[in-house]
């Protein structure tokens, strides 16, 4: 029943910005954290950022400064804003939710999205 909505993916110029958004709905307890990934062509998959039920963040260094991890705790909703997109960042994103559920007991397990397709041309 859980599930992770993943929207805001498409092509863009070098330079231009993009919103991704990652809803978890579903029978969810709390959120240990959520995050965002990315697997270009040929390449292993790749953290981007991550931010933890406190607030904290953590950014892979290609992307500081350029992208910004945010979320609605309400909507259990994970951002990313993307700005300066280089070609490089072409790749497919994927939302990750580290999940606590109740199954006859707490059980905590991760959970990926589909991916979305960001392309960067130039």
């Known amino acids: 029943q859980v599930q992770l909505a993943v929207s805001g993916g498409g092509l863009v110029q070098s330079g231009g910005s993009l919103r991704l958004s990652c809803t978890a709905s579903g029978s969810i307890l709390s959120i240990n954290a959520m995050g965002w990934y990315r697997q270009a062509p040929g390449k292993q998959r790749e953290l981007v950022a991550r931010m933890s039920r406190g607030g904290s963040t953590n950014y892979a260094d290609f992307v500081k400064g350029r992208f910004t991890i945010s979320r609605d705790d309400a909507k259990k909703t994970v951002y990313l804003q993307m700005g300066s997109l280089m070609p490089d960042d072409t790749a497919v994103y994927y939302c990750?939710?580290?999940?606590?559920?109740?199954?006859?007991?707490?059980?905590?397990?991760?959970?990926w999205g589909q991916g979305t397709q960001v392309t960067v041309s130039s």
């Open positions: 990750n939710a580290d999940l606590i559920l109740y199954r006859d007991g707490l059980v905590r397990r991760d959970y």
